[in-house]
């Protein structure tokens, strides 16, 4: 997000030169500069022998099923996040956290940290925030994915990642509406 005006006391910014950076929004009652930087966003895949697990949100997408995400909080690591959100919104507790790599939305300007991790405990409870928490069979999760291609992504790197052999799992990739 560009800053324009400062957040904390309302002046307009001036531009600042920072050697790495270039020109920098810059407020000099409070001493801050502004920096252009993306929202820090989780997202991942639990995974459950067989299983994985998917949520429903249709403010995310109508018509299709998506991993468990959310913002990362201001004084918390990304491990943190990822743990707080899981039991938040589905109860869970999970194990083996692996980072799969990142993904940037330029429409929102989110950076997706992308994981995987595995099932460690704890009954299945929807959060009041989630419209559904289901398993899915693995197999399945590509087909009922349909909207969510980052989603996508990260199921594709986790069947590779269990060595998944065959080809069942990719029965529905052909037929995506393109965007
Ligand atoms: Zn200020």
Request: hydrophobic residues 35%; glycine residues 8%; negative net charge.
């Amino acid at each position: 997000m560009k800053f324009n005006y400062c957040p904390i006391c309302g002046r307009k910014l001036e531009i600042k030169d920072s050697w790495d950076e270039g020109g920098v929004p810059y407020c000099p009652v409070d001493d801050i500069m502004y920096f252009d930087t993306p929202k820090p966003c989780i997202i991942v895949a639990i995974i459950n022998k067989d299983k994985i697990l998917l949520l429903k949100q249709s403010y995310i997408f109508k018509d299709s099923k998506v991993l468990l995400s959310g913002y990362v909080t201001n004084g918390e690591t990304v491990e943190e996040t990822v743990h707080r959100e899981v039991l938040e919104e589905s109860g869970l507790k999970i194990k083996n956290l692996k980072y799969l790599g990142s993904e940037y939305l330029s429409s929102k300007e989110i950076i997706m940290l992308t994981f995987m991790a595995e099932y460690d405990g704890g009954e299945l409870r929807k959060s009041s925030e989630v419209e559904g928490v289901n398993w899915t069979n693995i197999e399945d999760a590509l087909c009922e994915m349909n909207q969510d291609k980052i989603g996508k992504n990260i199921v594709k790197k986790v069947l590779k990642e269990i060595g998944y052999i065959g080809d069942k799992a990719y029965r529905c990739e052909c037929d995506i509406a393109s965007d």
